[in-house]
Each structure stands twice: as structure tokens, then as C-alpha cells.
């Protein structure tokens, strides 16, 4: 059985055993020529905010009203998103890591709405980078499998190779990674913490706590097909189990699998 961090053709995570056929490796991370990080992307100042929502909403039927109120809490942040930035951490960070582990392997970086974009970054990749790239490892940012936060970024890979046609390279991309114990560890530590502080604060105060997450899309209403923001799911001790959706702890059920394929 594959580990949790290789490339794998489909998007699931929960099930190596169900997963479409793993990638075959060439040499370990010695098959790969380089590493991208892919991300979303978002604004960088005011002057960015209204091209960045036209961009992310472009070809759907969003509510003129809620991208207003999107470009109002962009506003309210000073019109930039912490998202880029934390990108170049992540950057900086793995290519420290790679390299402390002897593995010499250049990380790019593309976005799929806001500058660097996926297109030019994967340009630098195939025609200016010493020798060019033949395979690229992808590592996206969104660790869930869904359309919007896998299958969408695979159809992306493959529209950017083709338009970039002669000598792009190769690009694999991880498997989803959400129940990843690097990535649900620190949040279930930080909700152990949190949780252990308003057991301090006395009952009556940890009675009334409530645990809140997002959720993955906004659903489309019916009459108008436009897509609105509902209330967050909520647990709090005095429950079993959240008011809507799936216990976070059965992982992979009751939802909709992202079957994309990986891009050769």
C-alpha cells in the first residue's frame, strides 16, 4: 500500500485500496524535475479586489449582490487576502525542507485566479528554467476531494498544458490529503486546547460553546439558480454529533468522490 503522500490518478483519500491506479513512480522524488505549489489565489491590495472577483466568477450565475458583498469583506481586510502570502511561506519553507533532506529540486508557484498565474508559471517551467522540466509534482492547496478543490485544479493542469503545448511538462498531482494525519492533527490539537480553556471558564459557559465550520460550497437556490451563503454547520458538547452534514471523523462518507485522473 502506498503512503498518504504520493501522487494518485483519482482525487479520493480515504481508501488507497479504492483509489484509481497510483502513478507509477520513476525513482522516488528523483523522478521529478521540480515542484508546484498550486493555489487559489487572491487580491493584493484594493486596485486588485474588483479584476480578482470578476476573474472567480466569471461564466457562473453569482448574484451581483453577493459579489458586492464579497468585494465588502475584501474591503474590510484592506482589500488583500493572507492567502498569497502564505503561499510564499510555503514556498520558502519547503524548499528549506527539501533541501535539508538532500533533495535538489526547484518549487514554483501558480495560482488558478490571481497572479503568479497557473498558465505562466507552468510557461517558466517548460521554456525558461535551466534544461527545461520534464515532471513536475503538484501540490495543491485545498486538501479536500471535492470538484471545486480537486477535480477543477486537474482540469486546470490540463487546459494550461495544452495551451502551452510544446515541451510542458509532465504534471502529478498528490492525492487529496485531508485525512492526512499531518493535516488533521493540528487542527484537532488546537480544538483540544480551545475545548480545554472554556472547560476552565465553569459549565454554564462551556454548555453554551458551539464548534463551527464552513462549508465547502454555497448551495443554489432553485427559483433563481444563483448560489447564497448558509448558516455554518455547529457542534457543541451537548451534542452528539454536528446539526447538519457528516461527522467529521467518518472520513470519505456520505459524499460525492472526485474522480479526475492524473494529467501524463
Known sequence: MAGPGRPYAGCSGADPLRRAERVPPRSGMTGYDAVLILSFGGPEGPGDVAAFLGYVTRGRNVATSRVEEMARRYSDLGGMSPINGQCRRMVAALDTEL???????????????????????????ATMAPDGVEQALAIVTSAYSSYSGCRQYLEDIQKV?????????????????????????????????????????????TSCSRLTRSPLRWPTDATTGTSSPRRPESWHPGKTRPTSGAWPGRVGRGRRRCRGSSLN
Open 99 to 125: 533541501a535539508g533532506h538532500g533533495i535538489d529540486l526547484p518549487v514554483y508557484w501558480g495560482n488558478r485566479n490571481r497572479h503568479p498565474m497557473l498558465t505562466d508559471t507552468v510557461a517558466t517551467m
Open 161 to 205: 498544458r495544452s495551451f502551452v503545448g510544446r515541451s510542458v511538462p509532465r504534471i502529478d498531482k498528490v492525492r487529496a490529503y485531508y485525512d492526512h494525519p499531518g493535516f488533521v492533527g493540528p487542527f484537532a490539537d488546537a480544538t483540544a486546547r480551545a475545548l480545554g480553556r472554556l472547560g476552565e471558564l465553569g459549565p454554564e459557559r
